[in-house]
């Protein structure tokens, strides 16, 4: 692995936990803090109705965790922004017009267009074949030897 990758993969990495993981805690801490401290702190009913801010921050998390869940899953089942970010992930990902490594390339592909290759054979042996077929086949196994060699295929949808 050359050292770009590598970089270019631990800065992933730092983004990921970075963003999922840091600063969701220090951003939960923070905010029960300045919630705490700026609002609740200077209504004295609303004070007295939590005590301390132990309880505060018990009574907020009870609420807010299923309130959180509640929120992610509308966001994922019931609203179009998901869709829509599902939609981004595909149009940027390289491997939706190309071979993916590992078994694809190295097994299930080959086996793909050596079955084709036979079973073309096969048929033309029985002139079973029409010129359409011969060509669709033909473009089938230029198409699956362009991603053995790790080309593209296909057409990247237009990003917006």
């Known amino acids: 692995m050359n050292v770009g990758r590598i970089i270019a993969r631990s800065w992933y990495y730092f983004r990921i936990g ?3 993981y840091l600063t969701f805690l220090l951003g939960a801490i923070n905010t029960l803090v300045v919630v705490w401290y700026l609002a609740i702190r200077e209504i004295p009913n609303v004070e007295s109705l939590f005590g301390h801010f132990l ?3 018990a009574v907020t998390t009870i609420i807010g965790v299923p309130l959180s869940v509640l929120l992610g899953w509308v966001h994922l089942k019931r609203s179009p922004a998901y869709r829509s970010e599902v ?5 940027a990902n390289p491997y939706n017009y190309r071979l993916i490594p590992g078994y694809w390339k190295e097994a299930f592909v080959p ?3 050596e079955l084709l290759v036979l079973l073309r054979r096969l048929m033309e042996a029985e002139k079973l074949l029409t010129d359409e077929d011969k060509a ?3 473009s089938i196994e230029h ?3 362009i ?3 790790g080309g593209i295929v296909g057409t990247p949808r237009t990003r917006i």
């Open 147 to 149: 991603l053995l060699e």
């Open 18 to 20: 970075y963003g999922t």
């Open 87 to 91: 939609d981004i992930g595909v149009e």
């Open 136 to 138: 669709r086949i033909e």
């Open 55 to 57: 309880q505060f921050a």
């Open 111 to 113: 086996s793909y267009l």
């Open 143 to 145: 198409k699956l030897k």
